[in-house]
């Protein structure tokens, strides 16, 4: 069996010692830059199944790296970082991140998150290219294209991430009823959530200010307390 490749873009050494004797264990190829030009440089000119992306790099820095890499592929990003801020989690989700892991973290974590990100990647492209055409959904001026993975509101067009378009569609196809943070981490991320659900948070927050008239007051989003989270219609 051909094994998986990752690259990690980190600029400590140590560090990138450390993670490469865990993902080489696990049976991965491993890569790496300790620069972010020239990560982005190779992320794009190599296939990875998986890139593992310091913020804090020379050269561009790791929000640069992700925005400009989620412009081209899809590819599992997950970003690593001592910055412990709110808004740092925030930023780098909404760029397009599929996780965020901060130092210190333990590198079997490390490792066990690399290997279930590239199992979801795979499972929704097979899904993708197997399954018949979705039906589109229509909410008043919101409209999801399902076949196009692409969404119009007022017949202009919204840019939303691979997980905000993912989260949007299945809650919008499960109208009024209620999910949880872990049922949607779960369902969209394929995987257990961490003991830190924020990741949840941050997309449905996003998704507000992207679609919604006055995101304090959502049309569509509801809260539910104490319970989750709703696609009104």
């Not at 067009?157 to 981490?185: H, Q």
Request: aromatic content about 8%; some cysteine; proline content about 4%.
């Amino acid at each position: 069996m051909t094994k998986k490749k990752v690259l990690i873009v980190e600029d400590d050494e140590l560090i990138v010692r450390i993670e490469t004797d865990y993902l080489e264990a696990a049976r991965f190829t491993v890569a790496a830059e300790t620069n972010g030009t020239d990560g982005f440089r190779r992320m794009t000119s190599e296939d990875f199944d998986a890139v593992i992306l310091d913020i804090m790099l020379p050269g561009m820095n790791g929000y640069d790296v992700c925005r400009e890499f989620r412009k081209v592929s899809s590819v599992p990003v997950i970003m690593v970082t001592a910055r412990r801020e709110d808004e740092d989690k925030i930023q780098g989700l909404g760029l397009g991140a599929d996780d965020y892991v901060e130092k210190p973290f333990s590198p079997a974590v490390l490792v066990a998150r690399v290997e279930a990100h590239i199992a979801v990647h795979e499972r929704l492209l097979a899904e993708a290219g197997k399954q018949p055409e979705k039906t589109d959904i229509y909410a008043g001026p919101l409209v999801i294209l399902q076949g196009e993975r692409s969404v119009l509101l007022n017949n202009e067009e919204i840019s939303l991430t691979v997980k905000e378009f993912e989260l949007l569609a299945f809650l919008a196809g499960n109208p009024n009823l209620v999910f949880s943070k872990n049922e949607l981490f779960r369902t969209i991320w394929g995987m257990d959530p961490l003991d830190d659900n924020s990741t949840v948070t941050v997309h449905i927050n996003r998704l507000r200010q992207k679609i919604e008239e006055d995101p304090s007051e959502p049309r569509y989003i509801l809260t539910v307390w104490g319970a989750g989270y709703k696609f009104s219609i």
